[in-house]
T-cell receptor
Framework: AQTVTQSQPEMSVQEAETVTLSCTYDTSESDYYLFWYKQPPSRQMILVIRQEAYKQQNATENRFSVNFQKAAKSFSLKISDSQLGDAAMYFCAYKKEYGNKLVFGAGTILRVKS | DAGVTQSPTHLIKTRGQQVTLRCSPKSGHDTVSWYQQALGQGPQFIFQYYEEEERQRGNFPDRFSGHQFPNYSSELNVNALWLGDSALYLC???????????FGQGTRLTVV
């Protein structure tokens, strides 16, 4: 069974600075997808960024980028120029190539200080 | 374009009761998945519905059942509620069984 591990229960960052959230996963599959979701107090899961395992290039979405290390099964999220609105719970998630069942990590609470 | 909508937003039930939660998928989406998110934890997959049939199921007992209607909306039913069923229940829809999901805001269920 696939598992996703987020080893940082909580992280803090100063506004305008950069923070990196860590995620490792375990799978025997060669093709799969990885995601970072943001869950603010409003509770709705918002997709931040996705990475296809077959792509070597790291995904980037504006201030959000990932460091995908397939051999190490590592998938970290870097948030640049942090903003107060980035404060939320962040979840790393895994999906097989087929099917849309998501396997989530336990989450990392991100606090942004002004 | 309305996103994924869930109802009700909150409800309180007593142990042993039954509950039905509802989900309307995003326009154009035909696949619905349900997740249970206990406080302080990541969501856990309950099951997925596509073409009105349960296609995948997570590690949840038979007390958890569902249904998908011809208009793609879905219900999650939980029988014989336990205190441990208290959680946020998230519905996610997608334009097919192999594509990424869009989430609703969830239903907060409290069992007392």
């Amino acid at each position: 069974a696939q598992t996703v591990t987020q080893s940082q229960p909580e992280m803090s960052v100063q506004e305008a600075e950069t923070v990196t959230l860590s995620c490792t996963y375990d799978t025997s599959e060669s093709d799969y997808y990885l995601f970072w979701y943001k869950q603010p107090p409003s509770r709705q899961m918002i997709l931040v960024i996705r990475q296809e395992a077959y792509k070597q290039q790291n995904a980037t979405e504006n201030r959000f980028s990932v460091n995908f290390q397939k051999a190490a099964k590592s998938f970290s999220l870097k948030i640049s120029d942090s903003q107060l609105g980035d404060a939320a719970m962040y979840f790393c998630a895994y999906k097989k190539e087929y099917g849309n069942k998501l396997v989530f990590g336990a989450g990392t609470i991100l606090r942004v200080k002004s | 374009d309305a996103g994924v909508t869930q109802s009700p937003t909150h409800l309180i039930k007593t142990r042993g009761q039954q509950v039905t939660l509802r989900c309307s998928p995003k326009s154009g989406h035909d696949t619905v998945s349900w997740y249970q998110q206990a406080l302080g934890q990541g969501p856990q997959f309950i099951f997925q519905y596509y073409e009105e049939e349960e296609r995948q199921r997570g590690n949840f007992p038979d007390r958890f059942s569902g249904h998908q209607f011809p208009n793609y909306s879905s219900e999650l039913n939980v029988n014989a509620l336990w205190l441990g069923d208290s959680a946020l229940y998230l519905c996610a829809s997608s334009p097919g069984p192999n594509t990424e999901a869009f989430f609703g805001q969830g239903t907060r269920l409290t069992v007392v």
